[in-house]
């Protein structure tokens, strides 16, 4: 289309071009070519200057309307750019919600369990202090008497198994 027009911007140029030419010169002209007779071409003249004018603008419109659709195609896909970018970016917000969620979740089980063991390690201790024994390791083979495994002592009711 942007050829087109090019073309008739052209040859419109021309056309007024010659068109000043002639009007200036109308005189010598007229006598010189005794252009008198043609006075009937000057209407044809006319005629063809108006339908490079009429196209001229015919086709400035439709270039214009060819522009206006591109650009309305154009913003169409800018906006659904947009869409996708903002739901790629709504997704991302709610995956890094998800796994602050879930860090949060696995350190407060993690601080559960770690108190879980320090609460056993309090009561362990708690019943090593009745044995005299604070080393968890060193009560292996002891039973809850204080007595390694195995030990035949009497017990107060004449028991010996241990």
Same mark, same amino acid.
């Given at each position: 289309m942007k050829k087109i027009r090019i073309v008739l911007v052209a040859l419109s140029a021309v056309y007024v071009l010659l068109?000043?030419?002639?009007l200036l010169n109308d005189d010598s002209l007229f006598n010189n070519f005794n252009l008198l007779k043609l006075i009937d071409y000057l209407q044809a003249?006319?005629?063809?200057?108006l339908v490079l004018l009429v196209g001229v603008i015919v086709a400035g419109s439709l270039y214009i309307r060819n522009l206006k659709k591109e650009n309305r195609q154009l913003?169409?896909?800018y906006n659904a750019v947009k869409a996708r970018l903002y739901d790629i970016e709504?997704?991302?917000k709610t995956e890094i919600t998800? /796994?602050?969620t879930e860090e949060e979740e696995t350190e407060r089980k993690l601080n559960a369990f770690n108190q879980s063991l320090k609460d056993k390690n309090r009561a362990g201790d708690n019943y090593n202090a009745g044995t005299g024994r604070t080393d968890p390791d060193k009560n292996?083979?002891?039973d809850k008497r204080g007595y390694q495994s195995g030990d035949t /002592?009497?017990?107060?009711?004449?028991?010996t198994s241990v």
């Open positions: 068109t000043i030419i002639f003249w006319i005629i063809v200057g913003e169409k896909d709504e997704e991302r998800r /796994r602050q292996a083979g002891f /002592r009497p017990s107060s009711d004449g028991d």
